[in-house]
């Protein structure tokens, strides 16, 4: 908050003690809000957030104070940039001023008082400019994703008032005291010159009016911020410290083997975790999540964003009932979120790409939260899209989600002269095909290539075969809890027999199951995908791709490849390598790719013929002008070959792995 320089305050000290008083009660209206919204928070199931403490403190710090995520729009991040600054800078203003004048410490002086002083006087000012590029953005060249409150409105004039008010008391001190250091308050010596030949007793008057209003402006701010959406102004970098960085990397296991337990999933707000429950108030409504939401932009019933705000109404409104313990309110208390506060259709359109976290800048948790809704639907109440029944039953019979019989898991190979585990010396990889590619035709050709290449490559590696099973990915991301635990363990089981360490895999969700779910199982190994692993034999010279291919491509990035692991410049340095090929990027690639539509479990359902994801990707490869579009993912393979037929466009463009492209070249 804005307070004149430490040498002018003395006229005030009569008035110290009211004014300490009206902070008090600022600050207890403040604190009485917080703990409000903590008793919320308490309501939900414990959770250990603070086992990766150093972390959360790295990410706070780069989120908070760099704004990385913030500032990747540009507009909203100067704007918020600002904001966040000039508040800091004046905080310590203040802070600085009660200690000079206060304590008699003698610290608001010298360079310190004229550095500062210009640092809050620039940073004022473009905190005004931010205020009207906020009205602007809201009420003139509104975006769709944003949605206006009153309370948006009230802590915009708030804030602007008590800047505004800031400004006012500098100018009006300069114009009846005058400053020899002109330069280092600029905005305080324009607004003077505005008062320029006025009696300095007026003046005088004026400043200690000004200085009331703007005290009460700036503690009336402090008590409304946990009534506010300005309260994330605190839940915002607890979220960031608490955050697990990518929730839906990696799901928390349900206790399958509690005989006691009488709940899987989340029926009621309660049962989330206190964690998932303060994500509503860290939200700050921003839409990011939504733009970038894949299901919400072809259509569906999804947004992100209104998600996490439908369930903070919800606990809003259910929490008192809880919290006051009445018996009277025992409908409500038992309401089920799904469908009464969560429409079926929002919670099954969700394709777990994890594209809302990753764009979220305080670190909401959306992914979990769908999950554990499908869990309680699919394991209490049996309740999910007719098409799933043959999925879940082809998991749980054959180990696939075609249901074709387990025993032609290895038909694949025939010819290839690759062993199994079971009749092979000890080798450095299990190379995993996946359900993909042993069972769909289409991605089958995959992995026989990826086998050719090892085989060229000299590398040591086996198959499991027919001991094979699905990882259990699509049954996890579906709410099949207890189905996923049945196959990890099998699996599990299986390869620790053998002493797998190393596991090569061309598929991300079988990547990202073995190397960030089956952990929480006992299966430990050093997962490595076909695109990295390719990436490594090139540089190495074990594989030298030679012959031309002309033509341009467009990569595509599988979500749980890249935004789950990272994993964005090895297929782009494999593709690199081949001459004659040209890349060209999509509008949407890399962090900021947009999904195929084939993940969590969204591969085995239905979809709408003018709602469909990969058909809206499809569209983005094609305006690159590329006549190859390039994936390492059998599920973005599989959509966008579909894209490329329901666009009609198969004739023109090729649709191929990056193994398939690495073979034609070092042939």
Same mark, same amino acid.
Request: hydrophobic letters at 50%.
């Given at each position: 908050m804005y307070l004149t320089a430490s040498r002018q305050l003395d006229m005030y000290q009569s008035s110290n003690l009211f004014m300490y008083l009206l902070?008090?009660?600022?600050?207890?209206?403040?604190?009485?809000?917080?703990?409000?919204?903590?008793?919320f928070w308490q309501l939900g199931v414990p959770e250990d957030r603070l086992k990766h403490g150093k972390r959360g403190l790295i990410r706070f710090f780069l989120q908070t104070f760099g704004h990385l995520r913030i500032?990747?729009?540009?507009?909203?991040?100067?704007?918020?940039?600002?904001?966040?600054?000039?508040?800091?800078?004046?905080?310590?203003?203040?802070?600085?001023?009660?200690?000079?004048?206060?304590?008699?410490?003698?610290?608001?002086?010298?360079?310190?008082?004229?550095?500062?002083?210009?640092?809050?006087?620039?940073?004022g000012l473009g905190a005004m400019i931010a205020i009207g590029m906020a009205l602007w953005r809201r009420y003139g060249n509104k975006p769709e994703g944003i949605d206006n409150t009153p309370d948006d409105l009230i802590s915009l004039l708030l804030i602007g008032a008590i800047f505004v008010?800031?400004?006012? !008391?500098?100018?009006?001190?300069? /114009?009846?005291?005058?400053?020899?250091?002109?330069?280092?308050?600029?905005?305080? #010596? *324009?607004v003077a010159a505005l008062f320029s030949g006025s009696d300095a007793a007026g003046l005088r008057t004026a400043h200690r009016l000004v200085w009331w209003i703007h005290l009460l402006l700036s503690f009336g701010m402090i008590a409304y911020i946990p009534y506010s959406k300005l309260f994330h102004l605190i839940t915002g970098p607890l979220n960031q410290i608490l955050a697990k960085g990518r929730a839906a990397q990696s799901l928390s296991p349900l206790d399958m083997e509690d005989e006691t337990a009488e709940q899987f999933g989340v029926n009621e707000i309660q049962q989330f975790t206190w964690k998932q429950l303060l994500d509503g108030d860290a939200c700050i409504r921003c839409g990011r999540c939504q733009d970038r939401c894949p299901a919400y932009l072809t259509g569906k019933a999804?947004?992100?964003?209104?998600?996490?705000?439908? !369930?903070?109404?919800?606990?809003? /409104?259910?929490?008192?009932?809880?919290?006051?313990?009445?018996?009277?309110?025992? #409908? *409500?208390?038992?309401?089920?979120i799904v469908p009464e506060v969560i429409a079926e259709e929002t919670v099954w359109a969700c394709t777990t790409c994890g594209s809302c976290e990753e764009q979220c800048p305080v670190f909401v948790e959306h992914v979990p939260k769908i999950v554990d809704l499908r869990r309680n639907l699919v394991m209490l109440e049996s309740n999910f899209p007719h098409e799933l029944a043959l999925t879940f039953r082809g998991m749980e019979t054959n180990g696939n989600p075609w249901n074709i019989s387990r025993s032609a898991r290895a038909d694949w190979a025939k010819g290839l002269d690759v062993p199994t585990l079971a009749n092979s010396e000890p080798v450095e990889y299990l190379y995993w095909p996946g359900?993909?590619?042993?069972?769909?035709?289409?991605?089958?050709?995959i992995s026989i290539v990826i086998v050719k290449l090892l085989q060229k490559a000299g590398a040591s590696f086996a198959i499991l075969g027919t001991e094979e099973t699905c990882c259990g990915d699509s049954a996890r991301r579906l709410g099949n809890e207890y189905l996923y635990q049945t196959l990890a363990a099998q699996n599990i089981e299986t390869m620790n027999s053998y002493g797998v360490k190393k596991i090569i895999t061309a598929c991300p969700h079988c990547f990202n199951t073995f190397k960030n779910e089956y952990p929480q199982f006992g299966g430990n190994y050093e997962v490595i995908h076909h695109s990295a692993l390719m990436a490594s034999l090139v540089q190495a010279g074990k594989l030298k791709p030679e012959t031309p291919i002309a033509g341009s491509y467009t990569y595509h990035d599988s979500c749980y490849l890249g935004r789950y692991n990272d994993i964005y410049a090895e297929p782009r340095a494999v593709l690199a390598a081949i001459p004659g090929l040209q890349g060209k990027e999509m509008i949407e690639s890399k962090v900021n790719g947009f999904c195929c539509g084939g993940g969590g479990g969204r591969m085995w359902m239905e979809e709408e013929p003018n709602q469909r994801v990969n058909v809206k990707r499809t569209e983005q490869a094609i305006a690159t002008g590329a006549?190859?579009?390039?994936?390492?993912?059998?599920?973005?393979?599989?959509m966008l070959e579909d894209g490329t037929k329901l666009k009609d466009v198969d004739e023109t463009i090729k649709t191929q792995d990056i193994a398939e492209i690495l073979w034609d070249s070092v042939k």
């Open positions: 902070m008090v009660v600022a600050l207890a209206i403040f604190a009485k809000g917080v703990y409000d919204r903590y008793r500032l990747r729009d540009t507009y909203p991040g100067v704007m918020h940039w600002f904001f966040f600054w000039s508040f800091a800078a004046f905080t310590l203003g203040t802070l600085s001023i009660a200690v000079t004048t206060d304590l008699n410490i003698p610290l608001f002086q010298g360079a310190y008082y004229l550095l500062l002083s210009l640092i809050m006087d620039l940073l008010t800031g400004f006012l !008391l500098e100018g009006l001190r300069i /114009a009846f005291a005058g400053d020899p250091w002109l330069v280092w308050n600029p905005v305080g #010596a *324009a999804l947004s992100p964003k209104k998600f996490t705000q439908d !369930l903070k109404k919800h606990l809003d /409104a259910k929490g008192r009932l809880l919290l006051k313990g009445g018996e009277q309110d025992a #409908a *409500a208390l038992s309401q089920p359900c993909s590619g042993a069972f769909d035709e289409r991605n089958k050709k006549n190859l579009f390039v994936t390492a993912c059998p599920y973005c393979l599989t």
